[in-house]
């Protein structure tokens, strides 16, 4: 059986114009193993922020395909790093805002959570993930992969286009 828990969040800040608060949050995933569709895990939660910004009178996020590379890539460092991060995000933003002309970035990371409604769960019941997902902005894209022992890791950038 499946235990889930929140336990870490982390909230860092930086002084450039980009959005200053971001956080993260995993899940403990026991030792079970399941099968897990990275693609199919996006896809939907995509939609499941999109149906939630909705639900609050926010504008559906576009997706932003030139940005996926940055999530992608962190999801990679934060596997080889074992453990969760916004290392190196103010660098991550200023190369999306330089190649998509954005006014802001945020992004919300995760681990270990299993299904896109175990995330999205744990990231409303997080005031910073929350805020986020509702915050002012017109794009996003989602990496999710998984390390050599099929966990998935969550990266989801948030894009402020004028």
Known sequence: ????ATVALLTMCNSTSIEDEIEYTEASIGNDKISIDPNGIE?????????????VGKNTLQDSPS????????????????KLSH?????????????????GVSENVARYY???????????????????????YTHT????QLDKEGRPYYTQIFIKVD
């Open 1 to 4: 059986m499946l235990l889930l």
């Open 43 to 55: 896809s939907k939660l995509i939609d499941m922020v999109n149906d939630h910004r909705a639900s």
């Open 67 to 82: 940005s996926y590379k940055y999530a992608e890539e962190h999801n990679d460092y934060m596997i080889a790093k074992n």
């Open 87 to 103: 290392d190196n995000f103010e660098s991550r933003a200023e190369k999306i805002a330089e190649e998509t002309h954005a006014t």
């Open 114 to 136: 299993t299904s896109a409604e175990q995330t999205i769960e744990a990231w409303l019941d997080s005031d910073s993930h929350k805020k986020a997902m509702e915050g002012d």
């Open 141 to 144: 894209t989602l990496s999710v």
